[in-house]
């Protein structure tokens, strides 16, 4: 369940472009003309490239990063979770119920152990085992998972290591 293909690729691209984004990506709040002098072009040029970027689905979504701690989250588990039924149509249900349940900031379908991998935020133990209760143990298709709870947010982000 993953965004928009980008219809720009990586050899559309010049170099003004992979530098714009290698910079954008950190704070989309830094002023064109500030990029701009950074890259080697104008406000106007950075602009017409964001839009661009933007129109060809090479830049997804520009959000806020809040602190789970600030609003009342500070349980994040990882989360492993193995299916019995690994068919199309079970895979597929399984994201869909993923993607519904907004204490998954992320789901991924994983090779390994696994099936797949979550990033799961909760207000507390107990509201983790809630979720647990509702969206895996109630699951028949939920074969087992094994929860990491995390002790300290180390390094969190999107950013791409982006080369010119």
Request: charged share 25%; glycine share 6%.
């Amino acid at each position: 369940m993953s965004g928009p293909k980008p219809s720009l690729r990586r050899k559309d691209m010049d170099t003004f472009d992979l530098k714009i984004l290698a910079l954008y990506q950190h704070d989309t709040q830094v002023p064109a003309a500030e990029i701009g002098a950074q890259v080697g072009l104008s406000a106007a040029a950075v602009q017409r490239r964001l839009k661009r970027l933007r129109e060809t689905g090479v830049i997804e979504a520009e959000v806020a990063r809040i602190s789970p701690k600030a609003v009342g989250l500070p349980v994040t588990c990882i989360v492993g979770v193995d299916l019995r039924d690994e068919s199309t149509r079970e895979m597929a249900r399984f994201k869909r119920r993923m993607v519904a349940r907004p204490e998954v900031q992320q789901c991924y379908y994983v090779t390994g152990q696994a099936d797949f991998m979550l990033v799961v935020i909760a207000a507390s133990l107990e509201a983790y085992e809630a979720f647990t209760r509702e969206a895996l143990l109630e699951d028949a298709n939920v074969k087992s998972f094994t929860t990491h709870v995390v002790m300290d947010r180390v390094k969190v982000g999107m950013g791409l290591p982006i080369r010119d």
